[in-house]
């Protein structure tokens, strides 16, 4: 990994095309701009990867867990038997 | 045109029925190619059915059966899906309102949509939770 220290307003580029800025920092927060091409998908981290957890959940579903769900949604709202987790 | 699929074994499918993903779905970044079936068992569910991996088909749901008023603001029209994830038990499933993928049946061509704005979930429950119980 490479390492860079930066100060408020200066930049780093990548490649060609890909530059960030340092917009603001303060409190443990830091403000970036980041200027790409259209084409390049920039993301959180932490939401690109919970988002690909998401879908690759999504694929190991099977039929039978869909129709028992539709099923469940179908009865219009879920009913949960009366003392159910939660309580207590 | 013919695919096997491991969820729902032969199809016959026109190739006028495909819908192109530029960018794949995210993690699936190579899928290009997906067909969406409407399995009368599944409904409202619906599944996108990947046509170069046979293992590979997601289940989604209009989020508008989830959250009536869901109105995200979107770069492109069509009609919205939200990835289902389905738990055991069944009552913890969850669906992704925060990325939901795009479908536009003109051009069809589809996509999978990162949402600015945190007011919708990753992970919102499919089923709102019993009367009484209050959401964690």
Same mark, same amino acid.
């Given at each position: 990994m490479l390492i860079l220290t930066r100060k408020t307003g200066e930049e780093i580029t990548i490649g060609e095309n890909v530059t960030v800025r340092v917009i603001a920092v303060q409190e443990g927060q830091v403000k970036l701009g980041i200027e790409a091409p259209k084409e390049l998908k920039i993301y959180r981290g932490e939401i690109y990867e919970l988002i690909q957890q998401q879908n690759m959940k999504a694929t190991q579903i099977s039929k039978s867990s869909v129709a028992k769900a539709a099923g469940l949604l179908s009865g219009s709202n879920l009913r949960s038997k009366k003392g159910g987790p939660g309580t207590g | 045109m013919k695919f096997t699929s491991r969820q729902f074994g032969d199809i016959d499918y026109q190739e006028t029925h495909e819908f192109q993903?530029?960018? $794949? +779905? +995210? $993690?699936?970044?190579?899928?290009r190619k997906f067909l969406i079936i409407d399995d009368e068992d599944s409904q409202p569910f619906r599944w996108l059915v990947s046509l170069e991996d046979p293992n590979l088909s997601f289940p989604m749901i209009p989020p508008s059966i989830v959250?009536?008023?869901?109105a995200p603001v979107l770069p492109t029209g069509g009609t919205v899906f939200a990835v289902a994830v389905l738990n055991?038990? +069944?009552?913890?499933s969850t669906v992704n309102l925060r990325a939901p993928v795009m479908i536009d049946t003109v051009t069809r061509e589809g996509r999978q949509v990162v949402l600015?704005?945190?007011?919708?979930?990753?992970?919102?429950?499919l089923f709102a939770p019993p009367a009484g119980v209050g959401g964690a």
């Amino acid at each position: 990994m490479l390492i860079l220290t930066r100060k408020t307003g200066e930049e780093i580029t990548i490649g060609e095309n890909v530059t960030v800025r340092v917009i603001a920092v303060q409190e443990g927060q830091v403000k970036l701009g980041i200027e790409a091409p259209k084409e390049l998908k920039i993301y959180r981290g932490e939401i690109y990867e919970l988002i690909q957890q998401q879908n690759m959940k999504a694929t190991q579903i099977s039929k039978s867990s869909v129709a028992k769900a539709a099923g469940l949604l179908s009865g219009s709202n879920l009913r949960s038997k009366k003392g159910g987790p939660g309580t207590g | 045109m013919k695919f096997t699929s491991r969820q729902f074994g032969d199809i016959d499918y026109q190739e006028t029925h495909e819908f192109q993903f530029p960018d $794949g +779905i +995210i $993690g699936f970044e190579h899928l290009r190619k997906f067909l969406i079936i409407d399995d009368e068992d599944s409904q409202p569910f619906r599944w996108l059915v990947s046509l170069e991996d046979p293992n590979l088909s997601f289940p989604m749901i209009p989020p508008s059966i989830v959250v009536p008023d869901y109105a995200p603001v979107l770069p492109t029209g069509g009609t919205v899906f939200a990835v289902a994830v389905l738990n055991e038990p +069944i009552e913890q499933s969850t669906v992704n309102l925060r990325a939901p993928v795009m479908i536009d049946t003109v051009t069809r061509e589809g996509r999978q949509v990162v949402l600015e704005q945190d007011r919708y979930s990753l992970q919102h429950p499919l089923f709102a939770p019993p009367a009484g119980v209050g959401g964690a």
